[in-house]
Nanobody, 126 residues
C-alpha cells in the first residue's frame, strides 16, 4: 500500500491559480498510476486528471482541459496538479489517488484506484 498526503489547497479568487501536491510514501510511487479527483458538497466524486506510471500519458476531464495540468516527479514521489483560471465551480475537496500497475496507462474511474489521500479543500470565490 502507498500512503498519500495532499497539500496546497486554499481560498483563491476566480481567475487565480493554485498548485496541489500529493506526496506518496510506502511503496515507491513510480509503480503507481496516479489521479486527481474532486467532490463538491452533495455531489459524487468525479475524475479531474490522471497520469500514467511513467508520466508520459495524461487525461483530463472536459471541464478542466486547458486550465489544469497534472505532472509527477518520481524522484520526489510527488504528483502535482497545477490549476489555472480557476472558477467558482472548481470549488471542492480534491483527492489524490493511486493504483499499483506495471503498465503505462491512465485510469479515470473512482473504482480503478485503491489508495486515497484525505483531501485538500479548494475554494474559489467569485
Amino acid at each position: 500500500q502507498v500512503q498519500l498526503v495532499e497539500s496546497g489547497g486554499g481560498l483563491v479568487q476566480a481567475g487565480g491559480s493554485l498548485r496541489l501536491s500529493c506526496a506518496a510514501s510506502g511503496r515507491t510511487s513510480s509503480s503507481y498510476a496516479m489521479g486527481w479527483f474532486r467532490q463538491a458538497p452533495g455531489k459524487e466524486r468525479e475524475f479531474v486528471a490522471g497520469i500514467s506510471r511513467n508520466g508520459v500519458s495524461t487525461s483530463y476531464a472536459d471541464s478542466v482541459k486547458g486550465r489544469f495540468t497534472i505532472s509527477r516527479d518520481n524522484a520526489k514521489n510527488t504528483v502535482y496538479l497545477q490549476m489555472n483560471s480557476l472558477k467558482p465551480e472548481d470549488t471542492a475537496l480534491y483527492y489524490c489517488a493511486a493504483r499499483f500497475y506495471f503498465g503505462n496507462i491512465v485510469f479515470t474511474s473512482v473504482a480503478a484506484f485503491d489508495s486515497w489521500g484525505q483531501g485538500t479543500q479548494v475554494t474559489v470565490s467569485s
